[in-house]
């Protein structure tokens, strides 16, 4: 099979490996698309901390070619999208509904799947390794889906569209004639974005430096487009708000500034959500005097707190019925050894999805 990989260096290395035989548990999908998500890059530019080698990509739908003998939930031919947060169905957080949160990720994540030339043996990102045009995983990490679409959308529901769609509806469960401002337009913000359009928000302030992105935030459904680079964003909303501020503020970027900027332009009796990835070891500094007087609630979210078991197929249903946008979404489709120009074009702020495909 072939895989982009991260070897310690932010240039992935594109090369023909060979797949480890698969447990028992696991099931072997042949990938029809993959998004490249921000996750992905931070993960080679050691924002996030990631042991190499490793096989990058955790947004990805495909067909099931191959299930281990205790698999159940799938079979052969099942049109599956890639979870990035397994779903053992059995832990703590699974039993209490929190799918999102499940205790098997670490264990997912360490299996070695395939043996390089070097002899070398990469993991899976997240369990995953959606850069390839195969991949082995944990049952548990796929969710079997009904739909006709194609896998080029499908793949973004693996991770940016839920996370935003999640954060919208899950998360914040924003209610109809809300307002909500969202910092930080790229793929996940986006979705955000369409998440409280389709939750009935009355006004959205969609917030992003580049223009491209507050434009296509315009058409998905965005009221107010704010250029944080015209004067601070939340003197912004503000002005725009009557000084009362917004219902729901969404930070999608991942850094302190942003966050601690979405918990001041949220309203009294507001909520702000992180929905971003900060660096592991930030710290986020927020006016403690505020935190008590006006009552606001600050919300981690992480995968749009979905319970992908279910969620998956909700929004793909979202997708067919045209409420939900994906198609818009896809900025371009490339070959996996583009890969590293989609890197440059993500952080050149060029794209909102980049989406390898295997035709
Ligand atoms: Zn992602
Ligand atoms: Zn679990």
């Known amino acids: 099979m072939r895989a982009a990989i991260f070897t310690g260096s932010p240039e992935l290395s594109v090369e023909d490996v060979t797949p480890i035989a698969p447990g028992p548990a696991d099931v072997v999908v042949r990938i029809g698309a993959s998004g490249v998500c921000h996750s992905d890059v931070s993960a080679s530019n050691g924002l996030l901390p990631l042991p190499p080698p490793c096989i990058l990509g955790h947004e990805g739908a495909g067909v099931i070619e ?53 002899g070398t043996t990469p993991n899976g990102f997240t369990g995953l390794g959606t850069f ?25 529901i693996g991770c940016g569209v839920t996370t935003g769609v999640g954060a919208a509806l899950n998360t914040a469960q924003i209610v109809p004639g809300s307002t909500v401002a969202v910092i930080g337009c790229g793929g996940v913000g986006q979705a955000v974005l369409q998440g409280a359009r389709i939750a009935g928000a009355s006004r959205i302030f969609a917030i992003d430096p580049v223009e491209m992105k507050r434009k296509t935030a315009e058409a998905f459904g965005a009221t107010d487009l704010i250029d944080p680079g015209e004067g601070d964003a939340t003197a912004q909303v503000m002005a725009l708000t009557g000084g009362i501020g917004v219902d729901y503020a969404f930070e999608v970027i991942g850094l302190p500034e942003t966050i601690t900027q979405a918990y001041t332009m949220a309203r009294r009796g507001g909520t702000a959500v992180v929905v971003g990835m900060p660096k592991w070891d930030s710290q986020v500094t927020l006016p403690g005097f505020q935190l008590f007087y006006d009552e606001k609630k600050l919300l981690g979210c992480v995968y749009g707190s979905a319970q992908v078991r279910s969620d998956f197929q909700r929004f793909v249903s979202l997708v067919e019925t045209g409420r939900l946008d994906l198609g818009s979404m896809v900025s371009a489709e490339i070959g996996l050894d583009d890969v590293n120009d989609a890197f440059r074009a993500m952080q050149a702020g060029e794209v909102i999805r980049s989406v390898i495909t295997h035709t």
């Open 66 to 118: 191959w299930v281990g003998a205790e698999v159940s939930r799938v079979k052969v031919g099942d049109h599956v999208i890639a979870s990035f947060v397994p779903a053992c169905g059995n832990c703590f957080f699974c039993l209490h509904g929190q799918t999102n949160l499940c205790a098997m990720s670490g264990e997912v994540m360490a299996a070695p799947r395939a043996t390089r030339a070097d």
């Open 132 to 156: 390839a045009d195969q991949m082995t995983c944990h049952q548990a990490s796929v969710v079997k889906i009904e739909t006709e679409l194609p896998d080029s959308q499908l793949a973004l």
